[in-house]
């Protein structure tokens, strides 16, 4: 079965950086891309970052570009989110998603974590 | 980027109607459309993929249609546990959009 764990959020002051972690089991994690997908309480889904299998391939959403970084540790099966300069518009849950091959353009989203809640206030 | 214009936002259904909701995309997505449902505090779980695929082990009350532009995604009764937000999603081309959701209530 596969399993998502995002971790590494909380309360963190305006300005500030924060490293978000989603460890995977239940596949092999150096096949497949993985995705970075937020969302405000309440509110709708907004996609931020892919990374391919090998890390060759990345990319971002505007409102992030320039200030979070995509990473993945495929000894670890692990894939981090960096988050800097961060801004009362990034609270959100951030969930990590899995892609269905290796590529960032291939179908994403068929399994998901949780979610971790990152909370930007002063 | 793509915009994806979901409506209704909400829908108000009875247990057993058959429910409709439509995505439109601002450009051409030929068939790559994910449509997800999300219960309240948890993660999204796709429903269908590529428009019209049934994701392995979901009920085939779920449907989805169309291509291009305009799609469809459909419940053919529904049932208690309906009763959610879904989400339709682009993938033609990054960054990967979303439509607002559309939240379903029972009558």
């Known amino acids: 079965e596969v399993q998502l764990v995002e971790s590494g959020g909380g309360l963190v002051q305006p300005g500030r950086s924060l490293t978000l972690s989603c460890a995977a089991s239940?596949?092999?994690?150096?096949?497949?891309?993985m995705h970075w997908v937020r969302q405000v309480p309440g509110k709708g889904l907004e996609w931020l970052s892919g990374?391919?299998?090998?890390?060759?391939?990345?990319d971002y959403a505007d409102s992030v570009k320039g200030r979070f970084t995509i990473s993945r540790d495929n000894a670890r099966n692990s894939v981090y989110l960096q988050m800097n300069s961060l801004r009362a518009e990034d609270t959100a849950f951030y969930h990590c998603?899995?892609?269905?091959?290796?590529?960032?353009?291939?179908?994403?989203?068929?399994?998901w974590g949780q979610g971790t809640l990152v909370t930007v206030s002063s | 980027d793509i915009q994806m214009t979901q409506s209704p936002s909400s829908l108000s259904a009875s247990v057993g109607d058959r429910v409709t909701i439509t995505c439109q995309a601002s450009?051409?997505?030929?068939?790559?459309l994910n449509w997800f449902q999300q219960k309240r505090g948890k993660a999204p779980e796709l429903l269908i993929y590529?428009?019209?695929n049934l994701e392995t082990g979901v009920p085939s009350r779920f449907s989805g249609s169309g291509s291009g532009t305009d799609f469809t995604f459909t419940i053919s009764s529904l049932q208690p546990e309906d009763i959610t937000t879904y989400y339709c999603?682009?993938?033609?081309?990054?960054?990967?959009?979303f439509g607002q959701g559309t939240k379903l209530e029972i009558k």
């Open positions: 998603a899995k892609g269905v091959s290796g590529g960032i353009a291939a179908r994403p989203g068929d399994s």
């Open positions: 239940g596949f092999t994690f150096g096949d497949y891309a």
């Open positions: 990374i391919s299998w090998n890390s060759d391939d990345l």
């Open positions: 450009q051409d997505i030929d068939n790559y």
């Open positions: 590529d428009a019209s």
């Open positions: 999603q682009q993938y033609d081309s990054l960054p990967y959009t």
